[in-house]
């Protein structure tokens, strides 16, 4: 994607983040390109951001080299959440403000059905006066 972006007008400097879930091992494999790092909520509530494998947006470096990845297990039931920074960030704030709002309503809510746990992760933490980015939301039970 990185080599992609150079070659596409306004490509540059887009954000992603990758996953590979592999359901016999129980682990996921991920890296991000200046993308908000994806939440793991555990089956006990607690939350783990995805944040060992970051790398700056694509098309930012001078030249291509391979991106960094990070494995880390998961236990059933956990719920894997990937999201854009529509939903944690504000022009206001700082962005650990945006996660530590995220890893809260994941823990209040994440017993939910994954639908649910959407409506209620919308509900609490994009603004009521109206967002001003996009927003992205997956939410995947392991």
Same mark, same amino acid.
């Given at each position: 994607?990185?080599?992609?972006?150079?070659?596409?007008?306004?490509?540059?400097s887009?954000?992603?983040?990758?996953?590979?879930? @592999?359901?016999?091992?129980?682990?996921?494999?991920?890296?991000?390109?200046?993308?908000?790092?994806p939440?793991?909520?555990?089956?006990?509530?607690?939350?783990?951001?995805?944040?060992?494998?970051?790398?700056?947006?694509?098309?930012?470096?001078?030249?291509?080299?391979?991106?960094?990845?990070?494995?880390?297990?998961?236990?059933?039931?956990?719920?894997?959440?990937?999201? *854009?920074?529509?939903l944690?960030?504000?022009?206001?704030? @700082?962005? @650990?403000?945006?996660?530590?709002?995220?890893?809260? *309503?994941?823990?209040?809510?994440?017993?939910?059905?994954?639908?649910?746990?959407?409506?209620?992760?919308?509900?609490?933490?994009?603004?009521?006066?109206?967002?001003? @980015?996009?927003?992205?939301l997956?939410?995947?039970?392991?």
């Amino acid at each position: 994607l990185g080599l992609y972006a150079r070659h596409v007008d306004g490509a540059e400097s887009t954000t992603v983040v990758k996953t590979y879930i @592999d359901w016999e091992t129980h682990t996921l494999t991920y890296s991000s390109a200046g993308h908000p790092p994806p939440a793991l909520l555990h089956p006990d509530g607690t939350v783990t951001f995805l944040d060992r494998a970051t790398d700056p947006p694509l098309g930012a470096r001078p030249e291509h080299v391979p991106r960094p990845e990070a494995t880390t297990p998961f236990a059933e039931g956990a719920t894997l959440v990937l999201y *854009s920074d529509g939903l944690i960030e504000r022009r206001d704030e @700082d962005i @650990d403000t945006g996660l530590a709002r995220l890893a809260d *309503s994941l823990a209040r809510h994440g017993r939910a059905r994954p639908e649910t746990l959407a409506d209620a992760l919308l509900a609490d933490l994009l603004p009521s006066s109206g967002n001003t @980015d996009d927003t992205v939301l997956v939410i995947i039970r392991l």
